[in-house]
């Protein structure tokens, strides 16, 4: 069974840093893309960013977070991470993190995804 | 940024067809996806590169795809059917996955 489990979230000051981690299981890690997607409260979804299957693979951010945030993955440790920095109101959301699908490179959507965990940034 | 516009509902009565469209410039080069919703859970994916259903999608979830707008299909609405769904897709450079506005789906 295809489990991803989020961890990592917390409240933080702005400005602050907190990392994210994504546990995966029942898959083989190495072989798919992952993504973390956002839900701002009472909000529509966010793509993030996403990270192709080889540990430091190609990865993409929204506009919003790039120069901040950093998606890396572990595939020994079958986990991925998302490092953010200098958080600010505007980050505040439940992050999710999703395996992207691909055939012969092409992306066939987001097909599991995690249950979420929540970052909410206050002073 | 690129964006993806969708109505923000839908209101239909069980057993008859709801539409969803979204619009985007960069649709007619890239493949949509669409993902249910329900409240408190996480997204499901319900369409993949415009009209293709995962196994297990009730095949009364359909897509389509015309220029610049794809359009999910629910036919005979169930009562369970109701939740937000979102188109998602890639800009032009193919780099970057935005979500669509997002809809949502009453049923009456």
């Known amino acids: 069974e295809v489990q991803l489990v989020e961890s990592g979230g917390s409240v933080v000051r702005p400005g602050g840093s907190l990392r994210l981690s994504c546990a995966a299981s029942?898959?083989?890690?190495?072989?798919?893309?992952m993504s973390w997607v956002r839900q701002a409260p009472g909000k529509g979804l966010e793509w993030v960013s996403g990270?192709?299957?080889?540990?430091?693979?190609?990865?993409g951010y929204t506009d919003t977070v790039k120069g901040r945030f950093t998606i890396s993955r572990d595939n020994a440790k079958n986990t991925l991470y998302l490092q953010m920095n200098s958080l600010t109101a505007e980050d505040t959301a439940l992050y999710y993190c999703?395996?992207?699908?691909?055939?012969?490179?092409?992306?066939?959507?987001?097909?599991?995804w995690g249950q979420g965990t929540r970052v909410t940034v206050s002073s | 940024s690129y964006e993806l516009t969708q109505p923000p509902s839908v209101s239909v009565s069980p057993g008859q067809t709801a539409r969803i469209t979204c619009s985007g410039d960069?649709?007619?080069?890239?493949?949509a996806y669409w993902y249910q919703q329900k409240a408190g859970q996480a997204p499901l994916l319900l369409i993949y590169?415009?009209?293709e259903r995962p196994s297990g999608i009730p095949e009364r979830f359909s897509g389509s795809s015309s220029g610049t707008t794809v359009t999910l299909t629910i036919s005979g609405v169930q009562s369970e059917d109701e939740a937000d769904y979102y188109c998602q897709s890639a800009d032009s450079t193919g780099s970057h996955y935005v979500f669509g506005t997002g809809t949502k789906v009453t049923v009456l």
């Open positions: 999703a395996r992207d699908k691909y055939s012969s490179s092409h992306y066939l959507g987001s097909d599991y």
């Open positions: 960069a649709l007619p080069k890239q493949y």
């Open positions: 029942g898959f083989t890690f190495d072989e798919y893309g």
């Open positions: 990270i192709d299957w080889m540990n430091g693979g190609r990865t």
């Open positions: 590169k415009d009209t």
